[in-house]
């Protein structure tokens, strides 16, 4: 017998547990540019953030800027079967 998850099954499993820890996903959000820090004491730093992203809101809302810089400890590529992060040329290091 086999047991299959369809994605949309699986995306709710992730949602239903990552709210309640505050955690808030943005779909209509892409990465335009991730960097990593060059910066060695920043890269062995464990409370540090060494890595870059700039994403771009979707969403045509006038009232909110289109763009945000996040700083982070790692970047996950989700985004289905073709994930952005994995096919671009900032993949050098993930």
Do not use: W
């Amino acid at each position: 017998m086999k047991l299959g998850l369809h994605q949309g099954a699986i995306q709710d499993i992730f949602l239903d547990s990552m709210t309640p820890l505050g955690v808030k996903v943005e779909r209509s959000t892409i990465p335009t540019s991730i960097e990593l820090s060059k910066d060695e004491s920043e890269l062995t730093d464990p409370t540090s953030y060494p890595v870059r992203v700039v994403l771009e809101k979707l969403d045509k809302s006038e009232d909110k800027p289109r763009e945000e810089i996040v700083h982070a400890k790692f970047v996950v590529g989700c985004d289905g079967a073709f994930p952005r992060c994995q096919h671009n040329k900032y993949n050098h290091f993930l």
